[in-house]
């Protein structure tokens, strides 16, 4: 089976730019999180769609907004890119119960220069 | 509020040696989940472990075991006779039992094992 799959690997934008991350969630799992994880900490939650609703959302400014669709892939979009948005974006799959755990995908390398 | 603290940045060991990541964790919650990961080179985590509150065993998985205590809040993870397989950054991470799934990561530890 295959696993969490996210588009692209890397990523270099200009500041200013817009930029969509995509992620595919394991098949039968409904809930897709997303993370940003700056070099050297450990990833920041960011944003939870369960059943094509936002459950949760992180302390992030507006800039960062994200969907699921109808076979609960998600995209991550970010506006107005700044130079402190350059981080590994992960996407985790799950069932989406607090209990169960998240399956991560390998990742989107965004450089901002 | 939730945290998670691993002190150790990183630990260096030589094959075949045992070494202890530790993880504390902070909340109010009296119930709530604890879990490991594994983040190699390759950026991706991997799943370790999930340990529910209300189960203090500890348990072991081949040369992996953790270490569960309630009463020092602490979480901490053991591999046994190290291989240079194992060099990466070792995440632990709390999840509330109330809201939404929401992973609280720790800063990680680098394992660094050397032949």
């Known amino acids: 089976d295959a696993g969490v799959t996210q588009s692209p690997t890397h990523l270099i934008k200009t500041r200013g730019q817009h930029v969509t991350l995509r992620c595919s969630p394991i098949?039968?799992?409904?809930?897709v999180s997303w993370y940003q994880q700056v070099l050297g900490q450990g990833p920041q939650f960011i944003f939870q769609?369960?059943?094509?609703?936002?459950?949760g959302r992180g302390n992030f400014p507006d800039r960062f907004s994200a969907r699921q669709f109808p076979n609960y892939s998600s995209e991550l979009n970010v506006n107005a890119l700044l130079l402190g948005d350059s981080a590994l974006y992960l996407c985790?799959?799950?069932?989406?119960?607090?209990?169960?755990?998240?399956?991560f995908g390998q990742g989107t390398r965004l450089t901002v220069v | 509020a939730q945290k998670v603290t691993q002190a150790q940045t990183e630990i260096s060991v030589v094959e075949k040696e045992d070494v202890t990541l530790d993880c504390v964790y902070e909340?109010?919650?009296?119930?709530?989940?604890l879990f490991w990961y594994k983040q190699p080179p390759s950026g991706e985590l991997v799943f370790l472990i999930r340990?529910?509150?209300?189960?203090?065993q500890n348990e072991i998985s081949g040369r992996y075991s953790w270490n569960f205590q309630k009463s020092t809040s602490s979480f901490n993870f053991t591999i046994t006779a190290s291989q240079v397989v194992d060099s990466a950054v070792y995440f632990c991470a709390l999840n509330r039992d109330t809201g939404f799934q929401k992973l609280v990561f720790g800063t990680g530890t680098r394992l660094l094992v050397s032949p």
């Open positions: 340990r529910n509150s209300f189960d203090e």
């Open positions: 098949s039968g799992h409904k809930s």
């Open positions: 985790a799959s799950s069932l989406g119960r607090r209990d169960t755990e998240a399956f």
């Open positions: 909340t109010r919650d009296t119930t709530y989940y």
């Open positions: 769609y369960y059943e094509k609703e936002e459950r």
